[in-house]
């Protein structure tokens, strides 16, 4: 068991660590060659301009300025300076609603954390449970004297935990109702704001019936003239295109290669590149490397040319899916809610997503087959979970000291000193751990994929909810029951309704150390390690000195990234988890969770404000999720002290206990239906609202040729070729900023550069964050 | 244990009661006197007269003819000749579906009984286990050499088990598909071909938001003129009528005096009746009873008026809630799906539920009280189901041959006699069971009005989910278990989730014989009995003689009844549940079974064609509950076979029944995606449909005044006063038929007579059926 000296060593380490990061970061960050990496988002807005073009040489790459040094530490107030309204003009509802996650954080934890140190505490710490337990001969540490288990036996002090567990659960639930009602009023006030946007008037209608008679265009446009004919105004059909976009990756693939030998050439005339043509370079004829991918560029043209004209003719590649707009917002609004055809798995409707958040590969998947996918992807998921488990144990039992000793005597010596010691048992086990989680959320965004959501939304969503039931399986349970997860499952099956709180609550104080030394590593030394951009960092300068030859193939080497809520939201639910169950038991875990919460919001808030530059704009509509899971953790912290209590001769206080869940699931389910049909339905009021509003502004507007081009597959969307059916197909963020820079002063000209989402197309699973 | 010889007795006892039942009902219903008793929902059509007006006296009375006598069971083959289209026409959807649960009961159990008699009866009777068991002095009867208990532990035979398991879940799957497909597309036919009825236009708004500058109804107009602003047509505004239905319901017992007194006066014009003035006419002044009740009535009169004008003028007694009527069905379809407004809690829409079936009291009710309201009913309902258990444990106790010997030591020389053993083993135990369950639907009903449903059919629903879940805990749990349901609760909750499944399913086969008896005495006596409808005949003929006076009163003494779904379904839910959970293990239960599918489908049949009346129509709203209930019936099976298998040395199947419950549930899934929107939605293309077709064939009808009035609380459409704001109320039926009735001939003829739904805006309970 670690003592407070281990615990000491691994945040001397983790401080340590995280203040080098803070350090780095505050040193490269003032570099003028780091600037893109660091302000990309400056750059994308078009606000700030290249630092390259003015100045002295050395100046340009190297800042000289000695006094910025020393103020290495200004972008933290820099961070928190801009007002929330303001930011949201400048990242979006998203970005700031998932910075408000981190705020409910210390919103909870710093008066919990108060209350606790001020009652709790020294509660537990004048009891002698401990003392007595010694005579037995069973060890402890001194972090164990503040906590719960330092009470008696069947002590009345039991009351105060469970008065404790009252208030805790109060102020929780106080603080998530008001900010669902603050994060709801957010949404509806920003969606109330929001410029006109073609998916504001579209609706994506899927599993469009099969006709004999009837093309798919025609058919849609026959059922939305006759069903809604006051409202439809026009519709697009949706082309499987996966092909041709498969071809245009190719193709830009080898444009890369072209211009790294093109540069290389021009930096070195005397010889031109050579390669080889066989596998991966190795063998194969020695040709002229710019000619060999000249001609290759050529030849993936011609295909490219052929196959959009096959796509263009061939009927069959016109997927069973449409996007129909309609004239109002109203009508939009009214098709999105409503069911059309009385067969429920026809003529499905649903508000189209955003045009750069479709995920276009999965809109011809049918009823039937959505069923069975997502059958197979729970049944994976669940083995997924419970076999994930086999590393997970093997390094924890290698990352303990015995473990070591046993599997590699030749370190024994070693591993005895006390340093190395204290570095293996509070750092290891949580750096293990961690390495083990970072490739999960790719994978977990493939299974969605699979399961076959439309919108990049939905798929995050999907995934985030799978990674937080997996780390609550595999990392919360796993690592306090310590065995594999299927080990678990079983006991877990083998043990009584009443037992599995108990046996998990019992280990619940014996595990704060370990949790203290996770949240220093992964929480602290991680944050800090995300501020620093290390892979960003050296991505941005390969690519700048081997491919960049234009402004603009500078601007696509930035990549800006984005938060990746998939990844990272998972993770902090894990510290609402340790923060809930450790609340009333260790209290000491607190101040950590705090400094976590309170790093991360500064490192991300200046992200966020600086680097970030997100690829859609949901509309905050994952905070029903988060609601939900740190609901959900609550309840777990209620049932685990629940059992914690029961096995400390304090069963009377169960029945007290036990009314706390039941209120705290009401208390969700109101919450669910008071504020959740805020992020999931259209109010009519509003739209109306809307119509009415813009009708006055712009009578004259005609919506028709605003919204006939708006949701193009983006391969059709990115070609430079002419083309008779797509060639006046600017991209939809275009024209909305043409339309309406002219009228209102647009607050979200970000859309004008951002990265088109064309990798997404292909159904690749975005790269992970830097941070993992 | 019981042996096959107290079956025998049982049998036949309870074959015998049916044929008494079945003979007396035979006898009964061909004598004139009774005819309104056994054919009232003739006489409600109107298609029926009384046999009083015609013939020679005595046969007025009493049924002279012989021949009649000999043809006693003609009612059989008459009940099975009308054609499922002319029933739903005679008696509603309602009811034809309703009796398509028996024949879902005949189609699931019919192949397989035959493939268990065929297959797993000689497996079960071939094997030995029994006669081993018997060396090791354990008894068994000769029923459970036709069960699995006598197979031997561990043998191979368990896997056609396994196999017949797999036969039956999918042919059960099969069916129920089959019949959700059938019944989906019965009620879309049904609600495509129905006349024009106000609630197609109709949607119910609650919540409406106070407004210090408008009245509500003003704040409705407006609402909608701006939201609806093409499909808007009227409203009506809901009167907290409450108190008012109170006096009217007085002065209606009041008059019942008065009609009796003056018959009794008219049949014996030599005295005047006298009442005294006091508690319950036992003592206090003595008056003529005659003047006594006219002044009553008088003074109620008068209270009811100034009531009435009190309600009129008080705007604090219009609730906010309103039916919002459209110019088209595809306005209130549109209007029934989409959110209104952003808050989620004010202007709630759904489809107005028909006039007839409103529940007024409930519509006053604010959001948070309602999910307060339901916290405390789930509550409730635990409680009711876990501490309801303490008569039912007494009475089981006793009911057995020796709780009668321990508690009644005088009655064990008569109890021993094996005749008297046998009907006390046989019979009394189910009669006891079923004595206990006539209270229950009335007790959920009342806490379903408590927890603010608006329309009957949804109290309906919610109380007979509430009663299936009684019946499964208490009846199937409680029974097999043989405890309260608190122990069982507290013993599962102290049991291992994998021990509860065995420790239910060991006690399977032992309880065959105790199911055996509760089907014949619950199944086949009480189905028999209710055909005779003894309650009813003996009421109408005591109201006949004392109260009526006019053919109207005749009509109201007939009480035809109706189907009451909350308190049968939920009981053949039982019979489903038994079936299915001992189809693989005890097949001799199966022919019982089949027989009360048989004989109810029978009886039930006869009544909904000669007898019931429905209330309200839901369109057979309840399918969806039918289907999931036999879906969970089929899961709960699944595990208790998994559990008997495991604890009979058969643990290798486990993983195979495993896969069972889980491809159940996505079958349900999928079934609920599939086929449960057509019984929650309203798809705008039949809207449409029928809006257009309407329109074509009456291009000049004014909807306005046949919506204006049609959604009136019943007191003061029962009314005979003349009132400025009321007076033209004739009821919305009468409405309807005066309307429909020249265009179209009307199918649905039978609302004209419906009884008025008056009590049940009272908030009273309705009385049970006569089968209860």
């Not at 890369?256 to 050439?265: A, I, P, S």
């Not at 560029?297 to 899916?321: G, Y």
């Not at 007290?656 to 008071?674: A, S």
């Not at 002219?742 to 790269?767: C, D, E, F, M, Y």
Request: aromatic letters at 12%; a positive charge; proline letters at 5%.
């Amino acid at each position: 068991m670690a003592t407070l000296g281990d615990i000491g060593v691994a945040a001397t380490i983790n401080i340590l660590t995280a203040i080098i990061f803070l350090l780095a970061f505050a040193i490269l960050r003032i570099q003028p060659f780091n600037d893109r990496v660091y302000f990309p988002k400056w750059y994308l807005k078009g606000i700030r301009s290249s630092p390259l073009h003015s100045g002295a040489l050395v100046s340009k790459f190297v800042n000289v300025n000695l006094g910025s040094y020393l103020r290495f530490l200004n972008w933290m107030p820099a961070a928190l300076k801009m007002p929330e309204p303001e930011l949201i003009d400048h990242a979006g509802l998203d970005s700031a609603v998932y910075l408000r996650i981190y705020l409910i954080g210390l919103k909870i934890f710093v008066p919990i954390a108060l209350l606790a140190w001020s009652i709790l505490v020294p509660v537990n710490w004048t009891s002698e449970g401990l003392q007595l337990a010694k005579l037995r001969n069973v060890t402890s540490s001194d972090i164990d004297k503040l906590s719960i288990s330092n009470i008696e036996r069947g002590s009345d002090r039991f009351w105060t935990h469970l008065v404790m567990a009252y208030a805790f659960t109060f102020w929780t639930c106080y603080v998530l109702m008001k900010e669902y009602e603050k994060v709801a009023a957010m949404r509806l006030a920003f969606l109330q704001n929001e410029q006109r946007r073609p998916d504001q008037f579209t609706v994506l209608v899927r599993n469009v019936p099969a006709d004999p008679d009837e093309s798919i265009s025609e058919c849609v446009e026959h059922f939305f003239l006759v069903n809604h004919p006051d409202h439809y105004l026009t519709h697009q059909v949706v082309y499987n295109a996966n092909d041709l976009a498969a071809l245009v990756e190719q193709k830009k693939s080898t444009q890369n290669w072209l211009d790294y030998y093109q540069l290389k050439y021009m930096r070195n005339q005397e010889q031109r590149p050579k390669i080889k043509t066989g596998f991966l370079g190795l063998w194969g004829k020695n040709v002229d490397a710019i000619d060999h991918y000249i001609a290759e560029i050529e030849k993936l043209n011609e295909q490219i040319s052929e196959e959009r004209k096959k796509v263009k003719k061939d009927d069959s590649s016109i997927m069973p899916a449409a996007f129909v707009s309609f004239k109002t917002r109203w009508g939009a609004a009214v098709c999105a809610q409503t069911q059309q055809s009385s067969d429920p798995t026809e003529w499905l409707t649903e508000w189209a997503p955003e045009a750069r958040e479709v995920f276009w590969s999965n809109l011809a998947i049918p009823y039937v087959s959505l069923t069975v996918r997502r059958l197979i992807m729970h049944i994976a998921f669940f083995f997924l979970t419970f076999f994930f488990m086999i590393p997970i144990a093997f390094v924890q039992s290698l990352a303990s000291i015995e473990g070591i000793e046993k599997h590699a005597p030749f370190l024994k010596s070693l591993v005895e000193k006390d340093l190395v010691k204290s570095f293996i048992q509070g750092f290891l086990p949580g750096i293990v751990l961690k390495l083990f989680l970072i490739f999960l959320p790719s994978i977990l965004m493939v299974m969605s994929k699979f399961e076959g959501f439309v919108s990049l939304s939905s798929l995050e969503r999907r995934a985030a909810s799978r990674y937080y039931m997996f780390n609550l399986v595999n990392v919360f349970l796993g690592s306090i029951i310590a065995g594999s997860a299927f080990e678990q499952l079983d006991s877990f099956l083998k043990q009584s309704a009443n037992q599995i709180p108990r046996t998990v609550g019992v280990a619940i104080p014996i595990k704060a150390t370990f949790f203290i030394t996770y949240i220093m590593v992964d929480g602290w030394a991680g944050v800090a390690g995300e501020i620093l951009r290390l892979k960003p960092l050296i991505f941005f300068h390969i690519k700048n000195f081997f491919l960049v030859k234009t402004e603009k193939d500078r601007e696509e080497a930035m990549n800006p990234g984005q938060i990746n809520y998939h990844a990272t939201e998972p993770r902090i639910q894990l510290y609402f988890l340790l923060g809930l169950v450790y609340a009333p038991v260790t209290p000491v875990l607190l101040p950590f969770i705090i400094v976590f919460f309170a790093l991360a919001y500064l490192v991300f808030r200046h992200q966020i404000i600086n680097v970030y530059n997100q690829e859609y704009e949901s509309g905050a509509r994952f905070w029903p999720d988060v609601h939900g899971r740190i609901i959900s953790a609550l309840i777990i912290s209620q049932v685990l002290l629940m059992g914690l209590l029961s096995t400390k001769g304090a069963a009377q206080s169960t029945p007290f206990l036990l009314v706390l869940p039941i209120l705290t699931f009401f208390f969700h389910r109101f919450c669910k239906g008071r504020y959740e049909p805020a992020f999931l339905r259209h109010p009519l009021k509003d739209a109306m609202v809307k119509d009415t509003l813009e009708k006055a502004r712009e009578p004259n507007f005609n919506l028709k040729p605003y919204l006939q081009k708006a949701y193009i597959h983006p391969v059709f969307r990115d070609d430079h070729y002419e083309d008779s059916r797509f060639d006046d197909m600017s991209s939809y963020c275009v024209e909305d900023s043409d339309d309406e820079c002219v009228t209102v002063p647009t607050k979200r000209q970000s859309r004008l550069n951002t990265p088109a989402a064309s990798h997404v197309s292909r159904g690749s699973s975005r790269s992970p964050p830097s941070k993992c």
